[in-house]
């Protein structure tokens, strides 16, 4: 409107550059421009649309140089069909231009200039004008942006409406509970995690890290006890990748930590709470769902989505209130057990799984592996991880086929949703 009075125009339209269509679109354009050729969108707006160099607009915007016409009928670019399809008749156009950053990303078009033709002063006006207004939808396109950064927000909202931290009398009640100073069982691979209740598991987890780190690693018993707590809130209620899986993962690390002395205090707490954390808030969908469905997560994450996931979610509960475990560490030290348990995260997707092996396994048989080695180390970390992940299989016969049970129920439910929804 103001850019129609500016140049004192009968008519004006804002056309936008639709790259992956190679079309000019408007949305934005005066009432007199209506009749067959304006189309209702998807979102229900309407809109006109045509390719790019046809008409006026369309060489503008495929050459980048704005036009001034004197009279449009003399000129063979311009395209009569909007005026026989309207009865309105096009006399002069003035038309110009819109960049970003160099690149042509729309059009402005002013028709018909009452009481003669468009002039040097209008053009030079308008051009300036065309300036202010790729600034403008520069920033429009800035605020699109920020909508579509909504998408982790939504994820967000939609993990807090299914979860929630643990609550003050769920501490408490733990907190109660007397455990022996010594648990026996627990300390070999062949220990169930099935058979143990819903109280036991949180309490167990608490004494493993307390066995592991007390008095190696400064932290505050309350706060270990919530982010338990809250970790096992996270798990979602799927079939396999549960909570009580998340707990056998971990007592499968703890074991081997407490049984060898490979792992310096700080990265031996990066790998227990890796292993307790590594599938936080899993949906019972492996990352190949999650892309063929199209997502969120998958927007988000372009490689190893769920395990990203899981990671984000374990820096998300650190930073709740009262559930910082590492607070005691140094920032050094804070940053360096956040990498490794990332690294440890990341490294369950047997997408990377394979090809860690395979190095793994060519050093070894060249006889080069040292644990001095900070890549070496690294790979060890990795394989040890998904040795955990998959401890199930060398479970004893009976602890086997319960969980192999469970597998097949989330991996059907899997294939049945995707069966319906790509029919």
Same mark, same amino acid.
């Given at each position: 409107?103001?850019?129609?009075?500016?140049?004192?125009?009968?008519?004006?339209?804002?056309?936008?550059?639709?790259?992956?269509?190679?079309?000019?679109?408007?949305?934005?354009?005066?009432?007199?421009? %209506?009749?067959?050729?304006?189309?209702?969108?998807?979102?229900?707006?309407?809109?006109?649309?045509?390719?790019?160099?046809?008409?006026?607009?369309?060489?503008?915007?495929?050459?980048?140089?704005?036009?001034?016409?004197?009279?449009?009928?003399?000129?063979?670019?311009?395209?009569?069909?909007?005026?026989?399809?309207?009865?309105?008749?096009?006399?002069?156009?003035?038309?110009?231009?819109?960049?970003?950053?160099?690149?042509?990303?729309?059009?402005?078009?002013?028709?018909?200039?009452?009481?003669?033709?468009?002039?040097?002063?209008?053009?030079?006006?308008?051009?300036?004008?065309?300036?202010?207004?790729?600034?403008?939808?520069?920033?429009?396109?800035?605020?699109?942006?920020?909508?579509?950064?909504?998408?982790?927000?939504?994820?967000?909202?939609?993990?807090?409406?299914?979860?929630?931290?643990?609550?003050? %009398?769920?501490?408490?009640?733990?907190?109660?509970?007397?455990?022996?100073?010594?648990?026996?069982?627990?300390?070999?691979?062949?220990?169930?995690?099935?058979?143990?209740?819903?109280?036991?598991?949180?309490?167990?987890?608490?004494?493993?890290?307390?066995?592991?780190?007390?008095?190696?690693?400064?932290?505050?018993?309350?706060?270990?006890?919530?982010?338990?707590?809250?970790?096992?809130?996270?798990?979602?209620?799927?079939?396999?990748?549960?909570?009580?899986?998340?707990?056998?993962?971990?007592?499968?690390?703890?074991?081997?930590?407490?049984?060898?002395?490979?792992?310096?205090?700080?990265?031996?707490?990066?790998?227990?709470?890796?292993?307790?954390?590594?599938?936080?808030?899993?949906?019972?969908?492996?990352?190949?769902?999650?892309?063929?469905?199209?997502?969120?997560?998958?927007?988000?994450?372009?490689?190893?989505?769920?395990?990203?996931?899981?990671?984000?979610?374990?820096?998300?509960?650190?930073?709740?209130?009262?559930?910082?475990?590492?607070?005691?560490?140094?920032?050094?030290?804070?940053?360096?057990?956040?990498?490794?348990?990332?690294?440890?995260?990341?490294?369950?997707?047997?997408?990377?799984?394979?090809?860690?092996?395979?190095?793994?396994?060519?050093?070894?048989?060249?006889?080069?592996?040292?644990?001095?080695?900070?890549?070496?180390?690294?790979?060890?970390?990795?394989?040890?991880?998904?040795?955990?992940?998959?401890?199930?299989?060398?479970?004893?016969?009976?602890?086997?086929?319960?969980?192999?049970?469970?597998?097949?129920?989330?991996?059907?439910?899997?294939?049945?949703?995707?069966?319906?929804?790509?029919?």
């Amino acid at each position: 409107n103001f850019a129609q009075k500016l140049v004192d125009a009968d008519r004006a339209s804002l056309f936008l550059v639709d790259s992956k269509t190679n079309e000019l679109y408007a949305r934005i354009f005066d009432v007199g421009l %209506d009749g067959e050729h304006v189309t209702i969108n998807a979102d229900g707006h309407k809109e006109i649309r045509f390719p790019v160099g046809r008409g006026i607009a369309g060489q503008v915007a495929q050459t980048g140089e704005g036009l001034s016409i004197k009279n449009a009928y003399d000129d063979s670019r311009f395209n009569p069909e909007i005026d026989s399809k309207t009865g309105y008749h096009t006399e002069n156009i003035l038309c110009m231009p819109v960049f970003i950053r160099g690149q042509v990303i729309g059009v402005v078009q002013m028709v018909n200039k009452h009481g003669g033709s468009f002039t040097q002063i209008d053009e030079e006006a308008f051009e300036t004008f065309a300036v202010y207004c790729g600034l403008a939808l520069h920033h429009a396109k800035l605020y699109d942006k920020i909508r579509r950064s909504e998408q982790k927000y939504r994820v967000a909202l939609e993990v807090l409406a299914y979860h929630s931290v643990c609550n003050r %009398d769920e501490v408490n009640k733990l907190k109660k509970v007397q455990i022996r100073d010594h648990i026996e069982e627990i300390e070999t691979f062949d220990f169930n995690a099935m058979k143990l209740s819903e109280l036991e598991k949180p309490l167990y987890a608490v004494y493993m890290f307390k066995s592991l780190f007390g008095g190696v690693i400064r932290y505050e018993h309350d706060d270990l006890i919530r982010f338990i707590l809250t970790v096992r809130k996270n798990y979602r209620k799927v079939p396999y990748h549960n909570w009580t899986h998340g707990w056998g993962v971990a007592h499968a690390m703890f074991v081997v930590l407490r049984t060898t002395k490979i792992f310096r205090p700080l990265e031996a707490l990066a790998l227990y709470i890796a292993a307790i954390c590594h599938d936080l808030d899993h949906r019972g969908k492996n990352n190949a769902y999650m892309k063929t469905m199209g997502t969120p997560l998958a927007a988000i994450y372009s490689t190893s989505v769920m395990e990203h996931h899981h990671f984000n979610q374990t820096v998300t509960i650190l930073q709740q209130d009262g559930h910082n475990i590492f607070k005691s560490l140094r920032s050094d030290e804070y940053k360096e057990v956040l990498s490794t348990v990332k690294h440890c995260i990341l490294a369950t997707d047997l997408a990377l799984f394979f090809p860690n092996r395979a190095n793994l396994a060519t050093i070894v048989k060249e006889g080069a592996f040292a644990w001095d080695n900070t890549r070496h180390r690294s790979l060890a970390q990795a394989i040890l991880m998904t040795a955990c992940d998959l401890i199930a299989s060398a479970k004893p016969w009976q602890v086997q086929t319960e969980t192999v049970k469970v597998i097949f129920e989330e991996f059907y439910d899997q294939v049945s949703i995707t069966f319906v929804m790509t029919r």
